[in-house]
């Protein structure tokens, strides 16, 4: 069982910067893929970026890609998600998650366990 707490959302204005966390408990994180997905009012929830279990492979929505930055520390138990030059349609509510795999494409259903997620507003 892996327990997930998600921080660091928050309200911020076009063109900042937001770096968000996410706390694992157990003993095991390292034999995870983490990953965070957001979702807007009204939208599905979607793919942001995930990092492979000792974080040399990495992968990225097209909406993010050279503005976030995702990363762990197995010695902390915890992954980040560094957004840079953020746009108000990255207010969401942003989930991290832990599953075993690694597949081609990224998918909810690749992931079992899920934070209760924290908001990001950004104003325009």
């Known amino acids: 069982q892996v327990q997930l707490v998600e921080s660091g959302g928050g309200l911020v204005q076009a063109g900042g910067s937001l770096r968000l966390s996410c706390a694992a408990s157990?003993?095991?994180?390292?034999?995870?893929?983490m990953a965070w997905f957001r979702q807007a009012p009204g939208k599905e929830r979607e793919f942001v970026a995930r990092?492979?279990?000792?974080?040399?492979?990495?992968d990225y929505a097209d909406s993010v890609k050279g503005r976030f930055t995702i990363s762990r520390d197995n010695a902390k138990n915890t992954v980040y998600l560094q957004m840079n030059s953020l746009k108000p349609e990255d207010t969401a509510v942003y989930y991290c998650a832990a599953g075993l795999i690694y597949t081609l494409v990224a998918r909810k259903s690749d992931y079992d366990y899920w934070g209760q997620g924290t908001q990001v507003t950004v104003s325009s």
């Open positions: 990092v492979a279990w000792s974080g040399g492979n990495t």
């Open positions: 157990g003993r095991t994180f390292s034999s995870y893929v």
